[in-house]
């Protein structure tokens, strides 16, 4: 089973991580100034990955493949890792959408 981890940047900001039941993080948040606000980004996550078109899929300068999440009104929520292919993109997109509803949010902040 996957988790939500929230961490205090070196800026002072909030963050959170989304892994894999295997460790492997699968999806960054932005910074944000209040741990409130990063815990709504986390509840966007669980509710936004259940719909594919809430998934924007990306190809980087070089040529890697990520993707975004987003929220109903268009702000980004969360960005992947870089994939060598599109399927491992796809891959890590089914994984964010079976980890994301029931993660457990471990506050390391």
Not at 10 to 21: D, I, S, T, Y
């Amino acid at each position: 089973m996957g988790k939500f981890e929230v961490k205090t940047r070196k800026n002072g900001e909030f963050q959170f991580n989304l892994k894999a039941g295997n460790g492997q993080v699968i999806l960054s948040s932005e910074g944000y100034t209040t741990k409130a606000n990063c815990l709504n980004g986390i509840d966007s996550v669980k509710k936004n990955a259940q719909s594919d078109s809430q998934f924007e899929r990306k190809t980087s300068a070089d040529g890697k493949h990520y993707f975004n999440l987003k929220a109903t009104n268009g702000q980004i929520i969360g960005t992947s890792e870089q994939y060598e292919s599109a399927s491992g993109m796809e891959g890590g997109i089914e994984s964010v959408k079976k980890n994301a509803s029931d993660a457990e949010v471990d506050d390391l902040s």
